[in-house]
């Protein structure tokens, strides 16, 4: 077709003189290309949306469940849609619970089974008409709680809770400002819980978040709050006034987890937010996306972590004073407080902490940190972060190296430039009894379960 | 008598466009309110607008931003540390006063920025609407 074209406007050309000629063949190829060129132009545009179409079908299968592994571990579904699924725990017969932020169908807490033992929850059922972050299992008791207080429920022989109705209230009481009130928790082996209880605050301004507003000095929120409370496990409506302030100057901790091995407790600190948006003439947009690190510190009784005065810089790795208190970007503080046993680029969000004791994971995981990033907002307008389970190796209760992103892909997109982009966003991590880990997303609500199998 | 007719004709014209003028937002509005809320708002509630889950309520779909004017120019100025529910979902981080860090001019200009892109469509607002709420 092309080439008879060709011939037809070749005879015509002849006939003509030659500037004439070359204006005809000029205006005659535009006429006949023209066509061919918006076809050209539509086709490619139908091409592209059918690989955008293909790029998302694609994208939507990963999303269901392929999270990027190591070689030889694979991730199941174990259950979706449960609610906003943050801390989770497995019992020791494999049934799991998870708290809920928020209440589904009126509950807050949901317990799945799975009868035929193929990995994937079959059964599941909820109690509990509170919304809240925190659930551990210990010995026979399953602790929950909400955003101001601790509750208790007995589990029998096979691991269930029967009076779902009638809990203990271990403690209540606990300062609710709504900002960073998760109470996360958890328990040694000495008849103690641990219970954060977040800074109702970013960096203890007198107006919270705004520009140009001073450090409170000293902070009064360290009084009741941005630290970690340690209570009698097996007490009974215990406040502030029968707990102990058992670390201080931590903003908010999410992600905590007792250390066997060292008989000790480690939490994830979330760093502070806006360095760039409240101090542009210190810092720049892109040092505000990246800093402070979120930090990881393993706590004896009577540590401070430095917060509101210090933050940490992981590139410096140095305790920078904060700049509400006259800090401006390089002067270092904090002599007093504690260093974190690693970092991490910031606003990342650690929201779960789990020692991996188990077997069926290679020997290079064993005793080692999980820890799952929610996902970041704090970088806009720069890319967002996070959004992955990272682990740490750790030798003798101290690590071995260096972080490394162990569970990835959970968002389902490359780019996230707002949370809301992101499919799932990793919050909660345990550890069934075969050694599996599970993890809960409380964006989508589903619970992972990642096995090791080899191939 | 002909330049007459032109004349009211213009005046007409003029007329309907100050009428629409006053509930539409302006190019120069919108494009001053982009930029305010670029520096001034985007961290929080992202670039899309969407926020963050749990803690920085959305822009868009929201009764708050598309509803009453004298209540959302009463939360740019004095903000808001109670937290709030929007759509059933809660969100919990303060939201931090901008009435000494935007005069009039700029709040009528993100607003009406904010009350007209991410989906929604809601009337301008004036600098003398923002005013009156500082009152």
Known sequence: ?455 | MKKIWLALAGILVAGGLWVIGCSSPTAAAMKRGELIYAKTCLPCHQADGSGVPGLNPPLRNSPYVNGEPAKLIGIVINGLSDGVQINDEDYTNPMPPFGKALNDNDIADVLTYIRNNFGNKATAMTADQVKAGRK
């Open chain 1, 1 to 455: 077709m092309l080439f008879l074209s060709k011939i037809a406007i070749a005879k015509k050309y002849n006939k003509m003189k030659r500037v004439e000629a070359t204006v005809v063949y000029m205006r005659d190829t535009f006429l006949f290309l023209l066509p061919l060129l918006l076809c050209a132009v539509y086709l490619s545009s139908c091409n592209s949306s059918d690989s955008g179409n293909a790029g998302s079908a694609g994208a939507a299968t990963a999303r269901h469940d392929s999270l990027k592994l190591p070689d030889g571990f694979k991730s199941i579904t174990f259950a979706d849609s449960v609610g906003k699924a943050r801390h989770l725990a497995v019992t020791s017969k494999g049934d799991i619970y998870v708290k809920l932020a928020s209440l589904k169908a009126g509950k807050g807490i949901v317990y799945l089974h799975d009868s035929d033992g193929d990995g994937i929850a079959d059964e599941r059922s909820s109690f509990g008409d509170y919304g809240g972050t925190g659930l551990f299992i210990r010995d026979s008791f399953l602790y929950a709680s909400s955003n101001e207080a601790v509750y208790r429920y007995r589990l029998n022989e096979n691991g269930i809770v029967q009076q779902t109705d009638r809990p203990d209230t271990v403690i209540k009481g606990l300062i609710d400002r709504h900002e960073h009130n998760s109470k996360s928790l958890v328990l040694d082996r000495h008849g103690n819980i641990y219970v954060n209880i977040g800074a109702y605050s970013n960096a203890c301004q007198t107006t919270d978040r705004v520009k140009e507003s001073a450090g409170q000095q000293p902070c009064p929120i360290l009084d009741s709050a941005a630290g970690i409370w340690q209570f009698k496990a097996n007490g009974i409506n215990q406040g502030y006034h029968n707990g102990t302030r058992y670390a201080t100057g931590f903003r908010n901790v999410v992600g905590l987890d007792w250390n066997e091995q060292r008989d000790q407790l480690f939490v994830m600190q979330h760093g502070r937010d806006q360095l760039f948006q409240l101090f542009p003439q210190y810092y720049t947009a892109q040092q505000g996306a990246e800093l402070p690190a979120e930090t990881m510190y393993a706590i004896n009784e009577g540590d401070d972590g430095g917060w509101p005065y210090i933050y940490y810089d992981h590139l410096k790795k140095q305790k920078i004073l904060a700049p509400e208190y006259g800090g401006d970007g390089k002067k270092t503080a904090g002599e007093k407080a504690i260093d974190p046993i690693m970092a991490f680029p910031g606003h990342m969000a650690p929201d779960g902490l789990l020692f991996y004791t188990g077997t069926m994971f290679p020997e290079k995981y064993r005793n080692g940190a999980f820890v799952a990033f929610h996902g970041s907002w704090n970088r806009a307008p720069e890319k967002q972060k996070g959004y992955f389970v990272a682990f740490v190796p750790f030798k003798n209760g101290k690590p071995s190296g260096d972080w490394e992103i162990f569970a990835d892909n959970f968002a389902g997109e490359s780019t996230i430039s707002a949370p809301g982009d992101a499919m799932h966003r990793p919050c909660g991590l345990a550890q069934g009894p075969d050694g599996a880990l599970y993890v809960s997303d409380d964006s989508k609500g589903t619970i992972y379960r990642i096995v090791y199998t080899g191939k």
